[in-house]
């Protein structure tokens, strides 16, 4: 008991960095989807794909059926998915980094279940999946 009181100054700085060290996980857009978790619940028709990346983007290739919102422009167009708040929708970016924000966008707008697909666009294609232009 005594160590404690001695070394509460120790403790407290390693709770501090221990938390600090979980904050940009915390910050990641929160739960993510495999493409095997994103590709069955779009099959089963309980999930939709939104694509956040540009518009000549989306045009180069796209998963098929994603509906293309490009980040810059979710908060005014979130209202275009309000049809799908019943199903799970899955935010797709190039590689992962931009979809963390639109999870966080979508989830304030009032989605339920929103994740962001693991890997992006690159990951899905690096596993040989289809895109359409």
Known sequence: ????I?????ILLALISGGMLLIPTLQRGGARL???QAT??????????????????YAAGHIRDARNIPLPELKARSSELDKFKSKTVIVVCSSGSQSASAVGQLKSAGFGEVYRLEGGLAA???QGLPTVK
């Open 40 to 57: 069955q619940l779009v099959n089963q028709n309980k999930g939709v794909f939104v694509d956040v990346r540009s518009a000549q983007d």
């Open 34 to 36: 495999t493409i095997l």
């Open 6 to 10: 001695h070394n509460s100054w120790l």
């Open 124 to 126: 899905w294609q690096a």
């Open 1 to 4: 008991m005594q160590f404690l």
